[in-house]
């Protein structure tokens, strides 16, 4: 829990929001804009009347709850609420402050706003990380108006936030970052005197990886700016050792550069990418991406796009997803949209499943593209997932009725003196191994759970069934 400098408008809160304009801050914190007119995307809230600008500009007490990927501007919104407004600002996270810090930091806004009528903002970084009570004891100072809330998360809230914090907050969904926009933050930092200062040159290509890498994330662009212009400089300074004697007209070269005050060093395509070795994939396994990755993946494997269902694979094993999380989806999805179209996919999956068990990763990422492809090209069928969930439907609904007399139990004493079983039929005894009776309650003689496609393997069961329940109902003759 931090608290800034005493004085309207001060913003000298230490922890993430803490003043680093000096030279050793990361380039991603020094560059953090001060107003929202500094701040890149995020569009749809930066217009004029916005929550945003009744929070800052019209001095109204609205609290808010941040939501979105990384890198978007949710710290940034909170640090430039910090800047703009006249409240006494105060910093908790959700990783070291717990519930007894948090009363505390409401009861000392109640008081001063008592006592001086002054303003708190409470600015609560990962709100997610919060455990219900730590959650529970923030209602408090937010229904009452005792401090202005402002709440950043990467995962969706309806999942990670409780329903009366969400009720009394109002909800902003920052989005992932345009290209256009990562690349102006980029080329503003380039120039910015708080930043690089004009003291490079980022060619074109090296500019489009970085933007491509970002993948609208801000923060990562300018981590990676930051870490190429490292790799820049390291070039710079291993051709200076170089023992070969300058001559006169490129030293009298450099000095016109720098008289006329252009880059000295130059980030280059291969620069960048020594900098920046491997993509960092757009995923958070902990936050709202990972279900939004896992149900990409699984809706390809169910729309059979075999590449799609690999790509997001792909990106889930980047990400460090337990193999073993994956390998209990395909098991499933194998039933919920295969089924008997392909018998076999079942038996794929729970063997990619006990594989992974078996030789973990890195090797299991190949069993697990293994079954991917087989369930993805496999022929689909849910008509296994919409006859249990009709024949649960109907039991939920209190259709249940009793077991037919000729199906009850008759091996306890008495049973059949009550009828059990007396005129039950032995399925071997009856020809084609199948008997006509009723097997269903009476209230449900005529329901029909199981309806069988004409996908792969299950158009054979859909034949053999439509046979099969006509005998046992009674509605065909018995021919081979």
Not at 8 to 33: E, F, I, N, Q, Y
Not at 356 to 370: K, N, R, Y
């Amino acid at each position: 829990m931090s608290t800034p400098g005493e004085g309207p408008g001060r913003s000298g809160s230490t922890g993430s929001l803490a003043d680093a304009g000096h030279a050793a801050a990361p380039l991603a914190v020094r560059m953090r804009p001060r107003t929202l007119d500094e701040l890149f995307g995020q569009d749809q809230l930066k217009a004029p009347g916005s929550p945003l600008h009744q929070l800052i500009e019209g001095d109204r007490s609205l609290s808010l709850l941040l939501w979105g990927p990384p890198g978007t501007g949710k710290t940034t919104i909170a640090s430039i609420v910090s800047r703009q407004t006249e409240r006494r600002f105060v910093e908790a996270s959700a990783v070291s402050a717990g519930v007894k810090e948090v009363r505390a930091a409401i009861d000392e806004a109640r008081s001063r706003l008592v006592r001086t009528g002054s303003e708190t903002v409470l600015f609560v970084d990962e709100v997610h990380r919060f455990s219900k009570a730590q959650q529970d004891a923030l209602l408090p100072g937010v229904e009452n108006r005792w401090v202005t809330l402002v709440a950043a998360t990467t995962e969706n809230p309806f999942f990670s936030v409780i329903s009366p914090l969400l009720s009394r907050s109002l909800l902003l969904r920052l989005e992932s970052l345009t290209d256009a926009d990562v690349r102006a933050v980029l080329e503003r930092a380039l120039a910015d005197e708080r930043g690089l200062a004009a003291a490079y040159d980022l060619e074109e290509e090296a500019l489009e990886h970085l933007v491509r890498l970002a993948g609208g994330d801000a923060r990562r662009a300018l981590t990676y700016l930051e870490a190429a212009a490292g790799a820049a400089e390291t070039v710079e300074r291993t051709e200076e050792a170089d023992p070969t004697e300058e001559t006169e007209e490129s030293e009298e070269s450099e000095e016109g550069e720098r008289a006329r005050g252009e880059p000295r060093e130059v980030i280059t395509l291969a620069a960048a990418e020594r900098a920046v070795d491997r993509a960092a994939v757009r995923y958070d396994r902990q936050g709202d991406q990972h279900y939004d990755v896992v149900s990409a993946f699984i809706k390809s494997v169910r729309g059979s796009d075999a590449d799609a269902a690999l790509h997001y694979l792909a990106r889930m094993i980047e990400a460090g997803e337990d193999p073993r999380f994956i390998a209990r989806r395909l098991m499933i999805l194998a039933s919920e949209d295969i089924g008997l179209a392909d018998p076999s996919a079942l038996q794929t999956a729970v063997a990619a499943a006990q594989t992974v068990q078996l030789i973990g990763m890195p090797e299991a990422q190949l069993t697990l593209a293994h079954a991917t492809v087989a369930l993805a090209v496999a022929p689909k069928s849910n008509a296994i997932t919409t006859a249990i969930s009709d024949a649960l439907g109907d039991v939920r609904a209190g259709r249940i009725g009793q077991v037919p007399p000729h199906l009850r139990d008759a091996h306890y004493s008495g049973a059949k003196k009550l009828g059990h079983g007396s005129s039950y039929k032995y399925a071997h005894d009856e020809p084609f191994g199948i008997a006509e009776q009723q097997y269903l309650p009476d209230e449900l003689s005529d329901a029909a759970y199981y309806r069988p496609t004409s996908h792969g393997a299950e158009a054979g069961v859909q034949e053999r069934w439509e046979r099969v329940r006509r005998i046992i109902r009674g509605e065909a003759p018995r021919r081979g």
